[in-house]
């Protein structure tokens, strides 16, 4: 058991490090031992301790400073999407195998500047195409709850750093669903904030018009000074919002909201959600959804229902229609986004070769994995002359009014909207692999908010599976720019449960 | 609709990939599965929807932001270094590739 271990969120362990009992470098110290003993060596893609130590470090100077923040001295770690100086930067792709970035994602300075102490890279999907983790070039993660199962994707590393207690907090993306789906899967809360509230610079890009980053963390209470040190407009990212409904997009925007609906909820006494609307769609009831899951759902709304809120039935109609819009925009993207690896400026280069096409085509066939080959061709084929209006303009059509639909629902009928995360809980790694297809359409209920660009969550809300040991995510989704009373409704939600509390070791 | 040989040849060259016949069989295989998947949105009566590229354009107006197109001023040897780091062929700060011209 590591010294981490006896710490159960950020708040208390930055009160035992700002009253001086806990050392940062001596906490670093003990969590780097802890990952690299941990039984799972495919979490991490890097750890370096030099790295890590100086910023312990320099947390511990902040600490003697009284110059220390939220975050100074609290171990996390960083998908490796993320660029970082210093440690190496792959997006788990044997094309960037060795890749250095000259400099670090917004979101990784952001981090540090808030005194967040960074235990090295995190294992996902390649370049973050994936649902299961298994697209890593380095080798599947497994799910601390279940080893022969997989825990998700494409941020898979992230939920199961945080789910096996390796680090408080940890960064993702989600570009379909990559920071909600693991965050269920491994029983962690994780949440995706609206589109251009954080900066995509130092991302390595799939999906630029729904890649966003988001944290991973035991509760809803950790991932606010995770969100809010993330958070900010940033000029070097072209879709980054400098205000968000004329309020700036600045850090402690989150913080502030979070603060302003926690305070109303508990002045309202013993009916803290009373006038709240949880929009339930009923198309995210469908006959595809596991009993265990739909189960542990319903119980969730009930806990919902009993601090006040009122549920009422919506529609979301295109639901289904979020997988084909998504698999066509997306790798439509992803096609020209990775279009930029030609084994010239970086990356993998073949060692043979006849001429510049010829090493720039072995180049990449080599350096890609099965999966980002299938959606660079899926991408080119629907921009190619011919298919162009057909398919990716349509659509964009389907996009609008899918984003239509949720904005109806969320400015008519309801405040909120709750359902599942998945269909399912977690599957046995490899069970896909003779059908790729199949996990895309497990991804039927986290799309459509990623096509429209709204703030979601995933927090744990019980457990299923033929052991009963795997567990199950809420979704919550809130109106643009709600990220800090999605965050106090969850933990209102978690102040009444303790689903989030349990842990793989305990279970 | 049925993707041909010609086609997943031309896909992948326009996708800067090179496919030898397993992969190319495969690949058709899937695309046909996945085609068969996209094609479930011809089905949707878009009539004067506006394509949406921004996922905030449903909430509010978009402009992206252009920068101006003013040269910076040069950096360090040393950061050029830093960023040719990476390079699989550097030479006295160029990227080298196979010759294009004889």
């Known amino acids: 058991m590591s010294q981490l271990s006896e710490f159960h969120s950020i708040q208390a362990l930055g009160e035992a490090l700002r009253s001086r009992r806990v050392s940062a470098a001596e906490l670093a110290a003990d969590a780097l031992r802890a990952a690299r003993a941990h039984a799972d060596p495919n979490i991490f893609l890097q750890i370096d301790d030099e790295l890590t130590l100086a910023q312990a470090r320099a947390a511990d100077q902040a600490l003697a400073d009284g110059t220390a923040g939220a975050l100074t001295g609290i171990p996390i770690a960083h998908k490796d999407l993320f660029v970082t100086e210093g440690w190496r930067t792959t997006a788990a792709s044997r094309m960037l195998e060795g890749y250095v970035s000259p400099f670090d994602a917004t979101v990784v300075r952001n981090l540090r500047q808030a005194g967040a102490v960074s235990l090295g890279k995190l294992s996902c999907d390649e370049f973050a195409m994936g649902s299961a983790n298994e697209n890593s070039a380095f080798g599947p993660v497994r799910n601390p709850w279940d080893a022969e199962r997989i825990p998700g994707g494409s941020s898979g590393g992230s939920a199961a750093a945080v789910a096996a207690g390796l680090v408080l907090g940890a960064t993702g993306t989600d570009t379909g669903g990559s920071v909600r789906q693991p965050a269920a899967y491994c029983g962690v809360s994780g949440i995706k904030p609206t589109y251009g509230t954080v900066s995509r610079y130092g991302i390595i890009a799939y999906a630029s018009s729904l890649d966003q980053a988001g944290p991973l963390a035991r509760s809803a209470q950790d991932l606010v000074p995770l969100l809010d040190a993330m958070s900010g407009f940033d000029p070097q990212d072209s879709t980054s919002l400098e205000s968000c409904d004329g309020r700036p997009n600045t850090g402690g925007r989150i913080q502030a909201d979070f603060e302003a609906a926690r305070g109303a909820f508990q002045a309202a ?9 949880i929009g339930v769609p009923r198309e995210f009831f469908n006959e595809g959804l596991a009993p265990a899951v739909g189960a542990a759902v319903e119980s969730a709304l009930q806990v919902f229902e009993s601090l006040g809120a009122s549920r009422v039935e919506i529609s979301l109609p295109l639901t289904r229609l979020s997988i084909p819009a998504y698999y ?8 020209s986004n990775l279009s930029r690896y030609d084994g010239v400026r970086y990356g993998h280069r073949a060692a043979q070769y006849t001429d510049l096409a010829d090493m720039t085509s072995r180049s990449r066939s080599e350096g890609f994995g099965d999966e980002v080959r299938r959606r660079i061709l899926v991408g080119t084929y629907v921009l190619s002359h011919g298919y162009y209006d057909a398919y990716y303009l349509q659509a964009q059509r389907v996009r609008r ?30 069970d896909n692999r003779q059908d790729p297809i199949a996990d895309w359409l497990g991804d039927i209920y986290t799309l459509g908010v990623s096509l429209a660009g709204l703030p ?3 927090i744990p809300c019980g457990f299923g599976g033929d052991s009963g040991r795997l567990p199950i995510g809420l979704q919550i989704v809130g109106r643009y720019f709600d990220e800090g009373r999605l965050l106090a409704l969850a933990d209102r939600y978690q102040q009444a449960t303790d689903w989030h509390q349990r842990t793989p070791e305990l279970a | 609709m049925a993707l041909t040989e010609q086609d997943i040849a031309r896909l992948a060259r326009l996708s800067g990939l090179r496919l030898d016949s397993n992969d190319q069989s495969r690949a058709r295989q899937e695309l046909d599965r ?7 949105l011809q089905a949707v009566d878009t009539t004067g929807i506006e394509p949406m590229a921004h996922p905030l354009a449903a909430h509010q107006e978009i402009a992206l932001r252009l920068r101006d197109d003013t040269a910076e001023p040069a950096q360090s040897a040393a950061r050029r270094d830093a960023c040719l780091r990476n390079a699989p062929a550097p030479h006295e700060g160029l990227f080298l590739v196979p010759t294009v011209i004889e």
């Open chain 2, 34 to 40: 996945i085609l068969g998947l996209i094609e479930e």
């Open chain 1, 269 to 277: 006494g013993q009916q803290p959600l009373k006038g709240l609307r």
């Open chain 1, 456 to 458: 979601a969550m995933s």
């Open chain 1, 401 to 430: 009014m899918i984003a239509d639909d949720f904005r109806r629902a969320l400015a008519d009928d309801c405040d909120v909207i709750m359902g599942p995360v998945t269909p399912d809980v977690a599957r046995r790694i490899g």
């Open chain 1, 328 to 335: 066509v925009i997306a790798p439509a993207e992803a096609s």
